[in-house]
């Protein structure tokens, strides 16, 4: 936690993003979410008040956002490969 408050001591910030974990994949599923959200909201105030759209469409995409596609982005992590750095043991 102490290495995302800067002391003033590092002036690159490359040091800071090394620590993080979060792939490619990772932000891809983010940014994901974050359109199904968008789109969810937009598709919700653009149908009429009890329309199909509004009523059942809209909250797929929401809940598929809010639900499944943020923390799957939060909790998903690349599985590196084993090495063989000791095969005798």
Avoid: C, R
């Amino acid at each position: 936690m102490n290495k995302l408050f800067h002391n003033g001591d590092e002036i690159s910030s490359g040091k800071l993003f090394e620590t993080w974990s979060f792939s490619q994949t990772n932000y891809m599923l983010f940014s994901a979410g974050i359109l199904f959200i968008i789109l969810g909201y937009i598709v919700m105030a653009s149908g009429d008040t009890y329309s199909f759209q509004s009523l059942t469409v809209a909250p797929i995409m929401l809940f598929i956002g809010y639900m499944i596609l943020i923390p799957a982005a939060l909790i998903y992590k690349e599985q590196k490969p084993e090495s063989n750095d000791n095969p005798g043991s």
